[in-house]
């Protein structure tokens, strides 16, 4: 059984490094960015409506997916935001597109965010998912984050740890995360599991997901402190149950981030594309179609 996904399937080499691609619809452009431990895949429910409007273009980011999974450097810079980021704006040149809006959810709206700050002139609207600016998020981590967020400082741990843990068994790692994050919404697609399941048991793929988060502490946090403001306009949705909806003010948060900020909390926990899908398609429509 698997998802039924109507892309057309590309692959586009960013220096050196092979991004897998799915295209599907007509009009404006728009990038879709998945989060952590999935592909492109968590779009299933979404892509195909918004495919009514816009070109969706949706990726694997490096390190995840079909994508391909480079060798964690030692400072991690390999998986730092700001690489993440430049191979989606190679991908999106690739295709024909200088100027595009782009949605992303967890992981993927920390690339978006990275992206709208180092090519503004791409970027026409940025819309991120259950997400506040990883900055912020480490600058104002007490207990409750270290407890609810407990994955990223794991995931982060040194001397292979986290790998060798997840890598016993990776499908119990990645039903677990997901299935504590989810508040009774539409259910997770068996399919679209056992896809994640697929990706992730590849000891690259955690091997490069543990980078990803290491660099988010080290070298995304060196380069989110050079500073700038988000030009173009931001659409924040969020669940109200999950960690980010309990403990965040998130628009006002974004707004010490970017100068136009509008959003939403939907009814669910984390993974919105996946547990209000509807809800998420409508938001994007209105928001990139005006």
Request: net charge negative; proline share 7%; aromatic share 10%.
């Amino acid at each position: 059984m698997s998802v039924p996904l109507p892309f057309e399937r590309r692959t586009v080499n960013s220096d050196g490094v092979n991004i897998r691609v799915g295209i599907v619809g007509d009009g404006p452009p728009l990038l879709l960015l998945h989060g952590y431990p999935q592909t492109h895949v968590i779009w299933h429910r979404v892509a195909p409506k918004l495919a009514e409007d816009f070109t969706v273009v949706v990726t694997d980011l490096r390190g995840y997916g079909d994508s391909d999974k480079p060798a964690p450097g030692p400072d991690d810079a390999e998986y730092s935001k700001r690489a993440m980021a430049a191979d989606q704006l190679a991908v999106m040149a690739e295709l024909g597109f200088d100027r595009f809006g782009v949605a992303g959810h967890d992981r993927g709206g920390r690339v978006g965010h990275r992206l709208a700050l180092d090519a503004p002139e791409a970027v026409t609207k940025l819309a991120v998912l259950d997400i506040v600016p990883t900055r912020h998020a480490f600058e104002h981590a007490d207990k409750d984050f270290g407890l609810g967020y407990f994955h990223w400082f794991f995931l982060a741990a040194p001397n292979g740890i986290p790998e060798r843990m997840i890598g016993a068994d990776p499908r119990f790692w990645i039903e677990a995360r997901m299935r504590s994050r989810h508040h009774g919404g539409t259910p997770f697609d068996p399919a679209a599991m056992e896809e994640y399941v697929r990706c992730f048991s590849d000891p690259a793929a955690i091997a490069a997901s543990c980078s990803d988060y290491r660099a988010a502490a080290g070298v995304d946090l060196e380069h989110d402190r050079e500073g700038g403001i988000v030009e173009a306009p931001v659409l924040a949705l969020w669940g109200e149950h999950g960690f980010v909806g309990r403990h965040y003010d998130v628009l006002n948060i974004w707004k010490a981030y970017a100068r136009d900020v509008r959003g939403q909390a939907l009814d669910c926990d984390h993974y919105l594309p996946e547990e209000r899908p509807g809800e998420v398609a409508a938001a994007l429509k209105d928001f990139f179609r005006s």
